[in-house]
T-cell receptor, first 115, second 112 residues
Framework: GAVVSQHPSWVICKSGTSVKIECRSL??????MFWYRQFPKQSLMLMAT?????????EQGVEKDKFLINHASLTLSTLTVTSAHPEDSSFYIC???????????FGSGTRLTVV | KQEVTQIPAALSVPEGENLVLNCSFT??????LQWFRQDPGKGLTSLLL?????REQTSGRLNASLDKSSGRSTLYIAASQPGDSATYLC???????????FGKGTTLSVSS
């Protein structure tokens, strides 16, 4: 089946540094990828929609200058958390549509801890 | 505003019981609905996808139904097992190409 590979699976970084998270579609082309964030015991909240070759669309309340999204190819989208702070500690996960009728598949997620 | 609600938030049952998880959504004009499973600290596993034109989907011991007119979906789990313990998420897509909107999930615990 279609697979979205997400790396790293977990990362610990110091406050003020930047962290990049990658999502790759391994056996299909993903024109659009979605980025979600999940705080403990909460559901997944959509952060942004990433379209290949164009600027990402951010949800209300998500700082586009802090969460930089790049979708330079049909198989790779990246999320960079810039100047990370402890309140950015969360579970970040990406998803892509694999084709009509197959729904969305998700990456395995990245657990970010900012200390 | 398009929202997805799941009831109950948590459920504990003994092994072998049949159970039903509920999902409701505002705005019945959905594109499709997807049920996922999430284990603690892990990503999402897709369980069932129901297109707007379908009434139900089945996979093994799982059966998901969709009633668009009432804005509801149910996930039926037959003969529950301890390995079914996880959080079950209902997610709705209202238009082609748009993101899934998630409910807060039902955390299921099946005791042996």
């Amino acid at each position: 089946g279609a697979v979205v590979s997400q790396h790293p699976s977990w990362v610990i970084c110091k406050s003020g540094t930047s962290v990049k998270i990658e999502c790759r579609s391994l056996d299909f082309q993903a024109t659009t990828m979605f980025w979600y964030r999940q705080f403990p015991k909460q559901s997944l909240m959509l952060m942004a929609t990433s379209n290949e070759g164009s600027k990402a669309t951010y949800e209300q309340g998500v700082e586009k200058d802090k969460f930089l999204i790049n979708h330079a190819s049909l198989t790779l989208s990246t999320l960079t958390v810039t100047s990370a702070h402890p309140e950015d500690s969360s579970f970040y996960i990406c998803s892509a549509e694999t084709g009509y009728g197959y729904g969305y598949t998700f990456g395995s997620g990245t657990r970010l801890t900012v200390v | 505003k398009q929202e997805v609600t799941q009831i109950p938030a948590a459920l504990s049952v003994p092994e072998g019981e049949n159970l039903v998880l509920n999902c409701s959504f505002t705005d019945s004009a959905i594109y499709n609905l997807q049920w996922f499973r999430q284990d603690p600290g892990k990503g999402l596993t897709s369980l069932l996808l129901i297109q707007s034109s379908q009434r139900e989907q089945t996979s093994g011991r799982l059966n998901a139904s969709l009633d668009k007119s009432s804005g509801r979906s149910t996930l039926y789990i037959a003969a529950s097992q301890p390995g079914d313990s996880a959080t079950y998420l209902c997610a709705v897509r209202w238009q082609a190409g748009t993101a899934l909107i998630f409910g807060k999930g039902t955390t299921l615990s099946v005791s042996s």
